[in-house]
């Protein structure tokens, strides 16, 4: 069966630096697209990144462009997620999530598209 497996979550304070990582199992991984979720207590999970099962194409919600970056590699069936210059507002639960594609270069930013997740990392920023 599909796992996926988050690493690397932890507290930090603010202005540093996390890489999360996503371990893929179970699946042909470069036929999904795959994405950064979070959610904070009280709040809707929401994406943070996507990116397309071909790795040339991601997008990012606003709050994070130019401090995090997506990537993956398809030879190992990881995905990252490289986080600089950390607020408290980013302190959330991180998961990762697959969405199957047909075509390598789809992603989506829906968060109903994705039919496979993960357990989570947690993600604390101090001030």
């Known amino acids: 069966q599909v796992q996926l497996v988050e690493i690397g979550g932890g507290l930090v304070q603010a202005g540093d630096s996390l890489r999360l990582s996503c371990a893929a199992s179970g699946l042909t991984f470069s036929r999904y697209a795959m994405g950064w979720f979070r959610q904070a207590p009280g709040k809707e999970r929401e994406i943070v990144a996507a990116i397309n099962g071909g790795g040339f194409s991601a997008r990012y919600t606003d709050s994070v462009k130019d401090r995090f970056t997506i990537s993956r590699d398809n030879t190992k069936n990881t995905v990252n997620l490289q986080m600089n210059s950390l607020k408290p507002e980013d302190t959330a639960i991180y998961y990762c999530?697959?969405?199957?594609?047909?075509?390598?270069?789809?992603?989506?930013?829906?968060?109903?598209?994705?039919?496979?997740w993960g357990q989570g990392t947690q993600v604390t920023v101090s001030s």
């Open positions: 999530a697959a969405h199957r594609t047909f075509y390598s270069g789809t992603l989506s930013i829906n968060r109903d598209d994705y039919e496979y």
